[in-house]
C-alpha cells in the first residue's frame, strides 16, 4: 500500500510539474499573440491618422472657411474613417465648431463635452488624441483631435466615430484579427466595460488572458484576448494527464498485486486470531459463569443463615430493649454514669436490631402494601426514631404544597432511617444533615445530604452490592435493602459523593394516586 502512495504520490507530481510547463508556455505563446495582435490593432489607426493629416494640410494650405476643407471631409465621412468630422476654434470659454460634415457635429455648437480633454491635449504633430466612449443619445462613440499647426485662434480637427455593437460576428470580416483567439479591445488602459469597443462572443474577461496596449495616436488602448484551444496542441495540453492517468494506472496495477498477497496473508491470520478469540470468549464465559454460581450459592446460604438468625435473634433483641427500658425506669436518672451506660446499652439494642431487619429484609422481602404517605412527617417520624447526635444539626427544607407519595410506609420508613443513621455515621466529628423535598409532574424527589468525609470513586460505584461495606460495624446491606425496596417501588435512588465534601442521595418516588378516605 505505501508503495502504491509513493508512485501515485510520485505520478501526481511529474503530472504537476508537466502541467506547469505547460501553462509557462501556453502563457507565452498567448503573450506573443496578444502583441501580435496589438501591433495589427496600431497599424489599423494608420488610416484615421492619414485622414487628420490629409485635413489639417487642407486647412494650413486654403484655410479654415475652404471649400478644399468641406470637400475632404465629405470624403473621409462617406469613407468611412469618421461618422462625422469637424473643424473646431477656441473661444473665449472654450471651444466651438465652425464647419461640420456626417451627423451628430452641428455648425456654431460645441463639440461633445467628452471632446474637452482631448482637445486640450491636442499637439501640431499631426499625432490625434483620442476621447473615452461616451454615448449620444442610443450611439456610443469616441472622439479623437489633432492641431492644426500655424492657425490662429487655436484651430483644431475633431472627428468621431459612432460604436456599433461591441460583439463581433462569429464569421465575416471582422473577426479575421483574431483568427483561433478571443479578445476585446478597450478605450483606455483598463478593461472597463464601458470603454468596450469590439469583443468576440467567446471572450470572457478574468479567465486566463493576455493583455497588451495598444497605441492609438498619443493615447493607449487595452487589447485582451484569450485562446480559443490550446496553442500548444492538444496533445501537450492533454500531457500532464496522460501523465497522472499513467502513473495512477501503474500504482493501481501494483497495489492490487500486493493487495493479494496481503489478503492471503491476512485470511489466514485472521482465522488464526478468530481461533484464539473464540478460545478466550470461552474461558471468560466459563469463569464468569462459575462466579455467578459460586455468588449465587453463598448468597442463598448467606440468605438461608440470615433469616435462621434473624428470627432467633428477634426475640431476644426485643427482650433485651424491654428490659433496658425498664432499668432506665426504675433506676431513674440520678446516677449519670449508670444513665449512659442504659443509653449505650439501647442504642446497641437498636443497632442490632437494624442489622436483623436488615438481614431478614434482605432474605425475605415482601412486597409494599402501596399507600399514601406524607414525605415530611415520615422524616419527622424517623428524626424521632433517631436523632441527630452531638454536633450534628439537620435543616429541611420542603417544597409548598409536596404531594405525598405511593408507597409502603413502614418499607418508606426503613429507607429514610437507613439514609439517616449513614449519614449520622459519615459525620463522626458533627457537621450537617439536610434534607431537601421537591416535585415535579412525574416524580417527588427526596434529598439527604451530608457534610461528611465522603466516598472515592470506587466506594461510590459499590454502596449498593449487597454485604459491601466501609465500616468497622455493619455487615454491608443497610443501602443494598434501601435500593430493593425504592426499585420495588419503582422509583430510583441515586448517590454523588466526593472524598472529603459529604455525600448526597437522591430518591426519586412517585406522587400518590391513592385517593383521600372519605369522612363517614
Known amino acids: 500500500m505505501l508503495l ?13 510539474v508537466s502541467r506547469n510547463v505547460v501553462h509557462d508556455q501556453e502563457r507565452r505563446l498567448l503573450n506573443q499573440r496578444a502583441a501580435e495582435v496589438s501591433a495589427l490593432l496600431s497599424l489599423s489607426t494608420s488610416r484615421v491618422q492619414e485622414s487628420f493629416r490629409s485635413l489639417t494640410t487642407v486647412v494650413q494650405v486654403a484655410g479654415p472657411d475652404s471649400v478644399a476643407f468641406n470637400g475632404t471631409a465629405a470624403q473621409a465621412v462617406a469613407a468611412q474613417v469618421f461618422g462625422a468630422v469637424a473643424l473646431v476654434q477656441a473661444d473665449g470659454s472654450g471651444y466651438r465648431i465652425t464647419t461640420s460634415r456626417g ?42 483631435a489633432t492641431l492644426v499647426a500655424g492657425v490662429t485662434p487655436r484651430t483644431l480637427v475633431y472627428g468621431e466615430s459612432v460604436l456599433a455593437d461591441p460583439v463581433l460576428p462569429k464569421q465575416g470580416e471582422q473577426n479575421r484579427l483574431f483568427g483561433d483567439l478571443d479578445g476585446a479591445l478597450y478605450v483606455g488602459t483598463r478593461p472597463d466595460p464601458a470603454a468596450l469597443v469590439i469583443v468576440t462572443p467567446g471572450f470572457r474577461a ?80 466459563l469463569d464468569a459463569a462459575q462466579d455467578r454460581l ?3 450459592e453463598r448468597l442463598a446460604a448467606i440468605g438461608e443463615l440470615a433469616s435462621a438468625v434473624g428470627h432467633e435473634l428477634r426475640n431476644p433483641l426485643g427482650v433485651l430493649s424491654n428490659v433496658v427500658y425498664l432499668l432506665s425506669t426504675k433506676l431513674g436518672r440520678d446516677d449519670p454514669w449508670l444513665d449512659r451506660q442504659l443509653r449505650t446499652a439501647d ?4 443497632a442490632a436490631t437494624l442489622i436483623v431487619s436488615d438481614l431478614l429484609e434482605y432474605a425475605k422481602p415482601r412486597e409494599p402494601i402501596f399507600g399514601e404517605v406524607d414525605a415530611a412527617v415520615l422524616v419527622d417520624e424517623v428524626l424521632t426514631v433517631a436523632p441527630p447526635p452531638e454536633g450534628v444539626r439537620v435543616a429541611q427544607e420542603w417544597a409548598p404544597g409536596l404531594p405525598a407519595v405511593r408507597g409502603d410506609r413502614d418499607q418508606l420508613r426503613q429507607v429514610l432511617l437507613n439514609l439517616v443513621t449513614n449519614a449520622y455515621d459519615a459525620m463522626p466529628d458533627g457537621g450537617l444533615l439536610a434534607i431537601v423535598g421537591s416535585a415535579d409532574e412525574e416524580t417527588v424527589r427526596i434529598t439527604v445530604g451530608d457534610t461528611g468525609i465522603g466516598m472515592d470513586d470506587d466506594t461510590r460505584s459499590r454502596v449498593f452490592e449487597p454485604f459491601f461495606t466501609t465500616k468497622a460495624k455493619g455487615i454491608g446491606l443497610g443501602l443494598a435493602v434501601t435500593h430493593r425496596i425504592v426499585e420495588a417501588h ?31
Open 294 to 296: 459460586v455468588r449465587q
Open 206 to 285: 478574468g479567465g486566463r488572458n493576455a493583455s497588451q496596449p495598444v497605441q492609438a495616436g498619443t493615447d493607449q488602448w487595452l487589447v485582451s484576448v484569450s485562446a480559443k484551444r490550446p496553442l500548444v496542441g492538444s496533445v501537450a495540453e492533454r500531457q500532464p494527464w496522460l501523465v497522472l492517468i499513467g502513473g495512477l494506472l501503474t500504482s493501481l496495477l501494483l497495489a492490487a498485486l500486493v493487495e493479494v498477497l496481503l489478503r492471503r496473508r491476512r485470511y489466514a491470520m485472521t482465522l488464526v486470531d478468530e481461533r484464539t478469540a473464540q478460545l478466550q470468549d470461552t474461558i471468560r464465559d
Open 490 to 520: 419503582g422509583g430510583s435512588i441515586a448517590v454523588t459523593s466526593q472524598a472529603s465534601s459529604g455525600s448526597s442521595f437522591l430518591v426519586a418516588l412517585q406522587p400518590s394516586t391513592v385517593p383521600a378516605p372519605v369522612a363517614s
Open 4 to 16: 502504491a502512495v509513493g508512485l501515485s504520490a510520485g505520478s501526481v507530481s511529474v503530472a504537476a
Open 347 to 350: 442504642r446497641e439494642v437498636g
Open 103 to 144: 451627423a451628430g457635429l452641428d455648425a456654431g455648437g460645441p463639440p461633445p463635452a467628452a471632446a474637452a480633454a482631448a482637445l486640450d491635449r491636442a499637439e501640431p504633430t499631426g499625432i490625434f488624441t483620442s476621447t473615452p466612449v461616451y454615448r449620444v443619445g442610443d450611439s456610443r462613440r469616441v472622439g479623437y
